[in-house]
């Protein structure tokens, strides 16, 4: 009788395990993937502003932005992370890494040794992005200075550090879509519905999270518990700006000042110095679309 | 007339600045402060957005009251006020009091460059602006922590 139901049970690990390894199995891009775009530097130097690269990526303690070098600690509920070295330097950074390298990572969230990347690098909103975009983000990149630097590992406890199982998180948060415009709307809530929900990443602090860290995208842009402690995130839907005009909103992204004339502080202001350096009409298009999101409060 | 208003609305916060030292209440003391500042921002920001006339008096003024507010403003943070009195104070100004300083101190320097060379143009509120909205940025990024949106 044991006999039986240590048999049956053993069945069923197997049978388990199996279902965990091919559920967590690494989703990647194949080179047929990607077009053949010649990677356009300007557009790589934009997007690299647009998508805050620097606020995680840099080397902290200085103001050079293209310094890549990685060590910023970010605090979160599983653990603290250490961001990479993303600087083109072979030994440190991502120096020798193909198109497709890059690609995979900042649309599927895998390196290039099939890995889980964990999603406080926000794939889930790099995912929408445009393939060219990231090609030319990636021919930018490789044009910076490599930096020399020994970023340790995260420190995550029992069990956010097993990398597997990020394949399930995965299974449950990413869904692999790209950004459909909606031809109902204008170019430009097209164009800031792209640039918010893409490389923007705005939803990442902005949007409430579910207690496995998954976005909660039926209240998107509505606001959430700061991630790294105290205060909240505000709620920048149409609802959440009823006090802010466009014009406003756009003017904020330029400099900081609020229509209160306060300064934005906090992480906005690292949002702000990367927002500075899109034109006048992706701001314009930001607040556009920020406008156009009902909200539900 | 908005000159006459920014300024008179300026002296009513400082002496109720003042009124309220008076009543040794520094958290109410530094809110008053930063109050004043946004209202002195406005005004620089009004002429920058072509919302207000340039006037050269009003800037200068505008930011002679930022430098004042900066003086001796980190004074307003002693041991014991860390909470209470509603205030968006990050307990990091107290773990790092150095840093908090000298994030004090960049806005008087900043704002004491702009006092040596008076602005006398739109191009130099614009660039007052600049200088003067970095070191905000620069001090709330870490020790403010914003109550409500």
Same mark, same amino acid.
């Given at each position: 009788?044991?006999?039986?139901?240590?048999?049956? *049970?053993?069945a069923?690990?197997?049978?388990?395990?199996?279902?965990?390894?091919?559920? #967590?199995?690494?989703?990647?891009?194949?080179?047929?993937?990607?077009?053949?775009?010649?990677?356009?530097?300007?557009?790589?130097?934009?997007?690299?502003?647009?998508?805050?690269?620097?606020?995680?990526?840099?080397?902290?303690?200085?103001?050079?932005?293209?310094?890549?070098?990685?060590?910023?600690? *970010?605090?979160?509920?599983?653990?603290?992370?250490?961001?990479?070295?993303?600087?083109?330097?072979?030994?440190?950074?991502?120096?020798?890494?193909?198109?497709?390298?890059?690609?995979?990572?900042?649309?599927?969230?895998?390196?290039?040794?099939?890995?889980?990347?964990?999603?406080?690098?926000?794939?889930?909103?790099?995912?929408?992005?445009?393939?060219?975009?990231?090609?030319?983000?990636?021919?930018?990149?490789?044009?910076?200075?490599?930096?020399?630097?020994?970023?340790?590992?995260?420190?995550?406890?029992?069990?956010?550090?097993?990398?597997?199982?990020?394949?399930?998180?995965?299974?449950?948060?990413?869904?692999?879509?790209?950004?459909?415009?909606?031809p109902?709307?204008?170019?430009?809530?097209?164009r800031?519905?792209?640039?918010?929900?893409?490389?923007?990443?705005?939803?990442?602090?902005? #949007?409430?999270?579910?207690?496995?860290?998954?976005?909660?995208?039926?209240?998107?842009?509505?606001?959430?518990?700061?991630?790294e402690?105290?205060?909240?995130?505000?709620?920048?839907?149409?609802?959440?700006?009823?006090?802010?005009?466009?014009?406003?909103?756009?003017?904020?992204?330029?400099?900081g000042? #609020?229509?209160?004339?306060?300064?934005?502080?906090?992480?906005?202001?690292?949002?702000?110095?990367?927002?500075?350096?899109l034109?006048?009409?992706?701001?314009?298009?930001?607040?556009?679309?920020?406008?156009?999101?009902?909200?539900?409060? | 007339?908005k000159?006459l208003?920014?300024?008179?609305?300026? @002296?009513?916060?400082?002496?109720?600045?003042?009124?309220?030292?008076?009543?040794?209440?520094?958290?109410?003391?530094?809110?008053?402060?930063?109050?004043?500042?946004?209202?002195?921002?406005?005004?620089?920001?009004?002429?920058?957005?072509?919302?207000?006339?340039?006037?050269a008096?009003?800037?200068?003024?505008?930011?002679?009251?930022?430098?004042?507010?900066?003086?001796?403003?980190?004074?307003l943070?002693p041991?014991?006020?860390?909470?209470?009195?509603?205030?968006?104070?990050?307990?990091?100004?107290?773990?790092?009091m150095?840093?908090?300083?000298?994030?004090?101190?960049?806005?008087?320097?900043?704002?004491?460059?702009? @006092?040596?060379?008076?602005?006398?143009?739109?191009?130099?509120?614009?660039a007052?602006?600049?200088? @003067?909205?970095?070191?905000?940025?620069?001090?709330?990024?870490?020790?403010?922590?914003?109550?409500?949106?």
């Amino acid at each position: 009788m044991f006999k039986r139901i240590i048999f049956v *049970l053993l069945a069923l690990a197997l049978v388990g395990a199996g279902a965990f390894w091919l559920i #967590t199995a690494p989703d990647t891009l194949a080179a047929s993937d990607l077009s053949d775009h010649e990677p356009d530097l300007e557009n790589g130097r934009y997007m690299f502003f647009a998508g805050g690269c620097a606020s995680c990526h840099k080397t902290p303690g200085q103001e050079d932005a293209l310094n890549l070098g990685g060590g910023l600690e *970010l605090g979160s509920p599983f653990g603290t992370f250490r961001v990479p070295n993303i600087s083109p330097d072979p030994d440190d950074g991502i120096g020798g890494w193909s198109t497709l390298d890059f690609a995979n990572a900042m649309l599927k969230g895998v390196a290039p040794d099939g890995s889980h990347y964990y999603p406080a690098f926000p794939y889930t909103s790099y995912q929408r992005m445009r393939p060219e975009d990231v090609i030319d983000l990636k021919g930018f990149i490789d044009t910076l200075e490599p930096v020399s630097s020994d970023v340790p590992g995260h420190d995550l406890p029992f069990p956010f550090n097993i990398r597997r199982s990020l394949g399930g998180w995965k299974f449950l948060n990413l869904d692999g879509k790209s950004f459909e415009p909606d031809p109902a709307l204008s170019d430009q809530i097209n164009r800031g519905a792209y640039l918010v929900n893409g490389p923007g990443h705005c939803g990442e602090c902005h #949007t409430p999270r579910d207690p496995l860290g998954g976005l909660q995208r039926g209240e998107w842009l509505t606001g959430a518990p700061n991630p790294e402690g105290k205060g909240t995130v505000p709620d920048i839907t149409a609802a959440g700006l009823s006090d802010w005009p466009e014009s406003d909103i756009a003017y904020a992204l330029e400099t900081g000042f #609020t229509p209160d004339f306060d300064s934005l502080g906090g992480s906005m202001a690292a949002v702000v110095r990367n927002t500075a350096n899109l034109t006048p009409e992706d701001r314009d298009a930001i607040a556009a679309y920020l406008k156009s999101v009902p909200g539900g409060q | 007339m908005k000159r006459l208003l920014f300024a008179g609305t300026a @002296i009513v916060v400082m002496t109720a600045a003042a009124a309220s030292w008076a009543a040794m209440d520094p958290t109410a003391t530094r809110k008053a402060v930063m109050k004043n500042n946004g209202a002195a921002m406005g005004a620089l920001v009004k002429m920058a957005k072509g919302e207000a006339p340039f006037e050269a008096n009003a800037a200068n003024l505008a930011v002679r009251v930022l430098y004042n507010g900066s003086i001796g403003y980190t004074g307003l943070f002693p041991a014991g006020t860390e909470t209470g009195g509603d205030t968006e104070a990050s307990p990091k100004i107290w773990e790092d009091m150095a840093g908090f300083e000298a994030k004090s101190e960049a806005l008087s320097a900043a704002t004491a460059a702009v @006092i040596a060379t008076p602005i006398t143009d739109l191009d130099g509120v614009k660039a007052a602006l600049g200088a @003067i909205g970095k070191t905000c940025q620069g001090c709330h990024e870490t020790y403010r922590i914003k109550k409500d949106g």
